[in-house]
């Protein structure tokens, strides 16, 4: 090797150094939570148009410092050709999906029907999904996930199903995953174990109810489940009642609102189920006297704890504090009721149920109960109260046999 061959030896490393001591300042190296040593970069490629605002890639995780400089030199490239698209080089995982629809989703419902998505979706598909990148997440992956709600909730899996179906329906629309997985999965079958339905009580199974509530406890809650069996109204449409809902003139109770969760368990009112439970129910005169006695009743008891509560937007039925009861209090009040009567024990929603089948059994048109109790559909009403009309077609068949045989 001769003296020139020499010289530019030594200005190729020199030049060789230089380039790799500026890239060391580009790339740096930092160590993990759990010691782990990877690299990261971070370039400018420009502006924003509308703000002015500077824009950087910033890219972590490399294992070695070798990955990180072909990815630093490929991204720079791309910028200086004007090719590099941001977008295109972010991966999305599917939590990243369901924030986004979330967002736009909050804003189409009620804020109970939110409150209640968003505890299907931290309980159940992000523990399950949400931590797979999109482009990574294969039909293979769902149907296990379907089959393990199919095990722990087998009422709701196709709940599940629907929810996850319209976000990656979502995220094909916006383009940030090609398909969605979750169409080529089934619903599963799940055995259904039919039994009789014997949630309601009978007229006699009411009274003596009733009877024990009146007599053994307070007289709130001989009037509340009073209310419930003579009105159908559902349970949060009761605890959201205030005295202008009810007009003692026309015996008239309206229903338009009703009580609910909203985020973080917080107790709220909000619009009823749908536009159909908003509606006017009339009520008996001796159900309307019960109503007018506990009027009564609650402004001396509340006036007692310092409040006044001779105003129509006081509520119906309010606890020591004369705020909402909560839900589950209602259930306590109907267990106690039942053990001192020794009473057979029905749901709350069972004195809904005991109404309309008690109406039906009175000979009222379907039609007439569906209005009343708020159903958005008549064959809700007609599923629902199938074993009625079933017993009203035997006696209907007994009576026509006896009429021809006269």
């Not at 990656?168 to 259904?192: A, H, R, T």
């Not at 009274?207 to 007599?215: D, I, M, P, R, S």
């Amino acid at each position: 090797m001769n003296t020139e061959d020499v010289k530019n030896l030594r200005l190729a490393c020199l030049h060789s150094d230089k380039e790799r001591n500026d890239m060391s300042k580009k790339i740096d190296k930092y160590t993990t939570k759990n010691g782990k040593i990877l690299y990261k970069f971070q370039i400018y490629v420009g502006r924003t148009k509308t703000t002015g605002t500077p824009v950087y890639v910033r890219k972590r995780g490399f294992k070695c410092y070798r990955e990180a400089k072909d990815t630093y030199e490929e991204i720079s490239e791309q910028i200086k050709k004007g090719t590099y698209n941001s977008k295109k080089n972010k991966r999305y995982k599917v939590s990243d999906l369901v924030k986004l629809w979330l967002r736009g989703y909050k804003n189409t419902v009620r804020n109970s029907t939110y409150a209640s998505t968003l505890g299907i979706m931290n309980n159940h598909i992000l523990p399950d999904l949400g931590a797979y990148y999109l482009d990574q997440l294969q039909p293979a992956k769902c149907i296990e996930v379907v089959n393990k709600w199919a095990g722990l909730a087998p009422k709701s899996v196709k709940k599940f199903m629907i929810y996850t179906n319209k976000i990656l329906d979502k995220g094909v629309e916006w383009q940030m995953i090609q398909q969605n997985p979750m169409k080529y999965v089934d619903y599963p079958k799940i055995k259904s174990n039919k039994l009789d339905f014997t949630d309601f009580y009978s007229k006699q199974e009411l009274e003596k109810f009733l009877e024990e509530a009146e007599k053994h406890h307070s007289y709130k809650i001989f009037t509340f489940f009073r209310l419930l069996g003579y009105s159908g109204i559902r349970r949060n449409e009761a605890l959201a009642l205030t005295w202008g809902d009810i007009d003692f003139t026309t015996n008239t109770l309206s229903i338009n609102k009703t009580l609910a969760q909203g985020e973080k368990n917080r107790l709220i009112i909000d619009d009823p189920k749908s536009t159909s439970g908003v509606r006017d129910i009339p009520l008996d005169g001796q159900t309307m006297g019960i109503l007018k006695q506990w009027r009564s009743k609650q402004r001396e008891e509340m006036f007692r704890l310092g409040y006044n509560t001779d105003n129509e937007e006081q509520l119906v039925f309010s606890n020591g504090s004369n705020a909402f009861y909560q839900p589950s209090r209602v259930r306590e009040w109907n267990k106690a009721v039942c053990k001192s009567g020794e009473l057979r024990f029905i749901k709350t929603h069972g004195f809904r149920h005991t109404h309309a089948t008690l109406l039906l059994e009175a000979g009222v048109p379907m039609q007439d109960i569906k209005k009343r109790l708020g159903h958005s559909n008549i064959s809700i009403t007609m599923d629902t109260y199938a074993h009625v009309t079933k017993d009203r077609d035997y006696r209907t068949v007994g009576i026509f046999e006896q009429f021809m045989s006269e």
